[in-house]
């Protein structure tokens, strides 16, 4: 990715304010997260009363202080209520835990297909500590290990060593898993020097002979250089959230493909080149963004065929362990429908990193998607990946982009929504 679309000039005092509310809400949490830490210590009818308070969180901080001492001591008077909250706690531990993660969602929850699989944690307030669990197949540490595996490899920018070896990798992957590996390939000019590089967009395609089709998409190749890096901006860019996250994301939903229950054919879409784009002295940048997507894009419509895509998802910067995910504006605008299923799903998979608020308009590869293929896609993005604005932490396109500031439960959870709006696709 791409940057913050030209139009929104005023979001971009937004997205500082998002980033100051986030590292505010960072802060908030650390303390209740300590708070609910000192809790565990405190008679049991207490935790049950802060698990059962948890709404009230934005109180909770300075008004507990006061009242600990106080149910201190009232509760260790309560001659009974640990044997009470011992039994409270099976049901609590193994079930419903969709109004845990709900985040206020209530019982809906629990009519799904497909219901949360978050458990709490044994032992602490499940309201406060609950752990994820994807859907099988769908397993986050593997999904970590894909991210490792890719950035281990290093750079992977368009044309590169690093490119190729990802290529092999990503190929051998997905013809074990049974998918049918396409590829599309052509040449650019090198922003630094003209000289021809190629460009090869991947294509795993899912039941290929179906003709009614969706997209999932994300770009591949890493920007060459840690542009924004405060210290070494010409240092080595892995891209672990940029780039590696949602290839991460497609390798492990790739486990999920062949024994899917769908009325679609699937193609994910690895586009090459969405950010061979250097800074130039001057701070302008030098090259194209979404070099493969175009491409793509303009081959569906000078190359008509009888199998079409009737919408799609992009997936950029989906790993970071601190998620949240708003509705991006340019898909929520030309693809509305798809982008209120996608949050309707996240929110009853009780899923809360998914904010069904419209916060940052973002230039990315579903642009040419939209402009030039009229296909209906969204850009599934968290933009708020802290950045040198964030002042005490930066790694959107800086060295700090690496696989621990990212976590395999964030990637299973957006890969989670996403195989349910495939179940979920009409014929
Ligand atoms: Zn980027």
């Known amino acids: 990715m791409r940057q913050e679309a030209a139009f929104s000039v005023s979001r971009i005092g937004d997205a500082a304010l998002v980033q100051k509310q986030k590292a505010l809400r960072t802060d908030f949490d650390r303390s209740l997260a300590m708070l609910s830490a000192s809790v565990t210590h405190l008679p049991p009818c207490f935790q049950r009363w802060f698990a059962s308070k948890s709404p009230l969180s934005n109180l909770a901080s300075p008004l507990s202080i006061l009242i600990i001492p106080f149910f201190a001591v009232a509760c260790s008077l309560h001659a009974g209520c640990s044997r009470q909250i011992a039994n409270d706690r099976v049901p609590e531990a193994s079930g419903n835990a969709g109004d845990v993660a709900g985040n206020g969602t209530g019982s809906g929850d629990r009519t799904l297909a497909s219901p949360l699989t978050t458990v709490a944690v044994s032992g602490t307030p499940s309201a406060v500590a609950a752990k994820w669990v994807p859907p099988a197949p769908l397993d986050s540490a593997r999904a970590f290990g894909y991210l490792q595996q ?5 750079s992977r920018t368009t044309g590169t060593a690093g490119m190729l070896a990802q290529q092999k990798l990503l190929q051998e992957h997905f013809e074990k898993l049974g998918g049918t590996v396409v590829w599309q390939a052509f040449t650019h000019k090198h922003p630094l020097n003209n000289a021809p590089v190629e460009v090869k967009n991947m294509i795993v395609q899912w039941r290929p002979e179906v003709k009614e089709r969706v997209l999932l998409c994300s770009h591949y190749d890493t ?3 840690p542009d924004r890096d ?10 672990a959230n ?4 949602s290839t991460a994301l497609l390798m492990e939903l790739g486990h999920a493909m062949p024994n899917l229950k769908t009325n679609v054919g699937v193609d994910f879409v690895f586009f090459d080149a969405e950010e061979l784009v250097y800074t130039a002295p001057n701070g302008s940048s030098l090259g194209d963004f979404f070099i493969g997507s175009t491409y793509f894009a303009q081959r569906l419509v000078d190359e008509p065929s009888d199998r079409v895509y009737r919408s799609g998802i992009l997936m950029d910067m989906i790993g970071d362990k601190d998620l949240q995910i708003y509705w991006e504006e340019v898909g929520f605008q030309n693809a509305p429908a798809v982008a209120r299923e996608v949050w309707e799903i996240a929110k009853q998979l009780g899923i809360k990193e998914f904010v069904p608020k419209v916060v940052h308009s973002v230039r990315d590869d579903h642009l040419p998607l939209i402009q030039i293929a009229r296909i209906p896609v969204i850009d599934i993005i968290d933009f708020d990946y802290p950045t040198v604005a964030s002042r005490t932490r930066s790694y959107w396109h800086t ?5 621990d500031k990212c976590s395999g439960d964030s990637i299973t959870k957006v890969a989670t929504v996403v195989m ?3 179940k979920r696709q009409p014929k």
């Open 399 to 403: 060295m700090a982009d690496t696989p």
């Open 242 to 245: 940029d780039g590696g996250s």
């Open 420 to 422: 349910e709006w495939l």
């Open 230 to 239: 405060p210290k070494n901006p010409k240092g080595l860019f892995v891209g």
């Open 223 to 225: 920007r060459p250089l």
């Open 150 to 154: 890719l950035c281990k490899i290093g």
